[in-house]
């Protein structure tokens, strides 16, 4: 039961795997009845003069039909049919993963099949080093949504080969069936540690974070790269818990004990951990230990807020480092670049800067530069575009916070 699709399905590749519910009326020999397809393929030129196209498998066409008459169907020429997406369900199927045959050990790559939910994947990670077993995390296309499937590439895998995974998929929900681990550390109402790993300092305690914040292991830490993300999460296996959600922002990261023996793991601020208490209850969720809870990514929502960037204290017109903070949306960067005032040493246009595996981002220059800094901000998935103008002014200073007009 599947479909090619021309490119408004298709989406240069990024539509494969989502799922569509599709019905007939306009022929005596439609029933009326929806089936759901997924795509699978692209549809070429004959798909490209309408603005949605299926180019349907000779089943799925049939299915259409009353009873008797899919051959009918099927000769009745092209067809006007209604359409909407829907959440794929693939029952007990969890995902597989099949590793591309010129796979090697400098090399990986995979097809993605079975995806629950949205069905689309905007990104896939793997460990790195390439060293096996290898886990991988997936996000979801509109969602954000993630879920890791934990050591399911295994050590001697073999190019070609298909490798299912345990448990992982994401319900018509969003949140994650696999739970996650999660702890606190901390002050009583604090925000953990002042975000060392990311970069963030003392503006984890201050608005709009308001100490809601966690560390993260190593699938959500993930080199840096997760720092600023946001997920949703909650806890029910506790009398303690009140299984409502909360928010919180990944600010540091924890490198050992129970956050890289779990596929997912939170060590959440106290102030995070108390919230997701019954009221009046806090003090007992925290002394229960390591909890299970689900989780699940969500947007970033900082209202009142505009992007903002505290430059590095070690900055000098040579090296211009900063952390970019309050990013709605995402939370994640692609990439940041930056654009000096025109003139001097300097070519005119935007320059990349790169991560420090955190929410820091630098530029050693090798020459002076000179401010007003444009600054340039790609998301992470979405790749949307904004630009900070001249956020960065020239009489600029180390050390010091300066606010945007911008957000995603």
Same mark, same amino acid.
């Given at each position: 039961m599947? @479909?090619?699709?021309?490119? =408004?399905?298709?989406?240069?590749?990024?539509?494969?795997?989502?799922?569509? %519910? +599709?019905?007939? &009326?306009?022929?005596?020999?439609?029933?009326?009845?929806?089936v759901t397809a997924v795509i699978t393929d692209e549809c070429g030129q004959g798909c490209l003069t309408e603005s949605v196209h299926f180019d349907l498998s000779g089943t799925a066409f049939g299915a259409m039909a009353v009873p008797g008459q899919d051959s009918q169907l099927r000769t009745a020429g092209v067809l006007q049919i209604l359409y909407r997406k829907v959440e794929c369900n693939y029952n007990s199927e969890t995902v597989v993963f099949q590793v591309d045959g010129g796979s090697n050990a400098y090399y990986f790559a995979a097809l993605v099949e079975y995806v629950n939910g949205d069905g689309e994947i905007g990104l896939l990670e793997v460990t790195s080093p390439l060293l096996a077993p290898l886990s991988l995390r997936m996000t979801y296309l509109d969602s954000g949504e &993630?879920?890791?499937? @934990?050591?399911?590439?295994?050590? $001697?895998?073999?190019?070609?080969?298909?490798?299912?995974?345990?448990?992982? &998929?994401?319900? /018509?929900? $969003?949140?994650?069936?696999?739970?996650?681990?999660?702890?606190?550390?901390?002050?009583? #109402?604090? /925000? !953990?540690?002042?975000?060392?790993?990311?970069?963030?300092?003392?503006?984890?305690?201050?608005?709009?974070?308001?100490?809601?914040? =966690?560390a993260g292991g190593p699938s959500l830490f993930n080199n840096g790269k997760g720092c600023g993300t946001c997920y949703q999460i909650m806890c029910t296996g506790?009398?303690?818990? *009140? !299984? @409502?959600?909360?928010?919180?922002? +990944? &600010?540091?990261?924890?490198? $050992?004990?129970?956050?890289?023996? #779990?596929?997912?793991?939170?060590?959440?601020?106290?102030? /995070?951990?108390?919230?997701?208490?019954?009221?009046?209850?806090?003090?007992?969720?925290?002394?229960? $230990?390591?909890?299970?809870v689900s989780y699940r990514r969500a947007a970033c929502l900082y209202q009142g807020t505009e992007i903002a960037f505290h430059v590095d204290a070690g900055s000098t017109?040579?090296?211009?480092?900063?952390?970019?903070?309050?990013?709605? !949306?995402?939370?994640?960067?692609? =990439?940041?670049? +930056? %654009?000096?005032? *025109?003139?001097?040493?300097?070519?005119?246009?935007?320059?990349?800067?790169?991560?420090?595996? =955190?929410?820091?981002?630098?530029?050693?220059?090798?020459?002076?530069?000179s401010g007003p800094f444009n600054i340039r901000l790609t998301s992470g998935e979405s790749r949307k575009v904004v630009v900070a103008q001249a956020v960065i002014p020239a009489d600029w200073k180390p050390d010091q916070t300066y606010r945007s007009i911008v957000n995603f």
């Amino acid at each position: 039961m599947v @479909s090619a699709g021309g490119p =408004s399905l298709y989406k240069s590749g990024r539509g494969c795997g989502a799922c569509y %519910q +599709i019905k007939c &009326t306009s022929n005596q020999a439609c029933s009326t009845n929806p089936v759901t397809a997924v795509i699978t393929d692209e549809c070429g030129q004959g798909c490209l003069t309408e603005s949605v196209h299926f180019d349907l498998s000779g089943t799925a066409f049939g299915a259409m039909a009353v009873p008797g008459q899919d051959s009918q169907l099927r000769t009745a020429g092209v067809l006007q049919i209604l359409y909407r997406k829907v959440e794929c369900n693939y029952n007990s199927e969890t995902v597989v993963f099949q590793v591309d045959g010129g796979s090697n050990a400098y090399y990986f790559a995979a097809l993605v099949e079975y995806v629950n939910g949205d069905g689309e994947i905007g990104l896939l990670e793997v460990t790195s080093p390439l060293l096996a077993p290898l886990s991988l995390r997936m996000t979801y296309l509109d969602s954000g949504e &993630t879920v890791v499937a @934990s050591d399911v590439i295994p050590a $001697g895998w073999q190019p070609g080969e298909k490798y299912k995974s345990n448990n992982e &998929t994401i319900n /018509a929900a $969003g949140w994650a069936d696999a739970d996650a681990g999660a702890t606190w550390y901390g002050e009583p #109402e604090g /925000a !953990g540690s002042t975000g060392r790993a990311c970069g963030y300092g003392v503006a984890v305690a201050n608005p709009p974070l308001y100490a809601m914040v =966690s560390a993260g292991g190593p699938s959500l830490f993930n080199n840096g790269k997760g720092c600023g993300t946001c997920y949703q999460i909650m806890c029910t296996g506790n009398p303690a818990c *009140s !299984g @409502s959600p909360i928010t919180v922002t +990944i &600010t540091d990261e924890c490198p $050992g004990g129970p956050c890289v023996s #779990e596929p997912v793991h939170f060590d959440l601020s106290r102030k /995070a951990m108390g919230a997701l208490a019954k009221p009046g209850q806090a003090a007992q969720l925290r002394s229960a $230990g390591p909890l299970s809870v689900s989780y699940r990514r969500a947007a970033c929502l900082y209202q009142g807020t505009e992007i903002a960037f505290h430059v590095d204290a070690g900055s000098t017109p040579f090296y211009v480092a900063f952390v970019v903070e309050y990013e709605n !949306g995402e939370g994640d960067l692609a =990439s940041v670049e +930056i %654009q000096p005032a *025109s003139g001097g040493f300097m070519p005119k246009g935007f320059m990349p800067m790169q991560e420090m595996r =955190s929410a820091e981002w630098k530029l050693n220059s090798g020459g002076p530069l000179s401010g007003p800094f444009n600054i340039r901000l790609t998301s992470g998935e979405s790749r949307k575009v904004v630009v900070a103008q001249a956020v960065i002014p020239a009489d600029w200073k180390p050390d010091q916070t300066y606010r945007s007009i911008v957000n995603f």
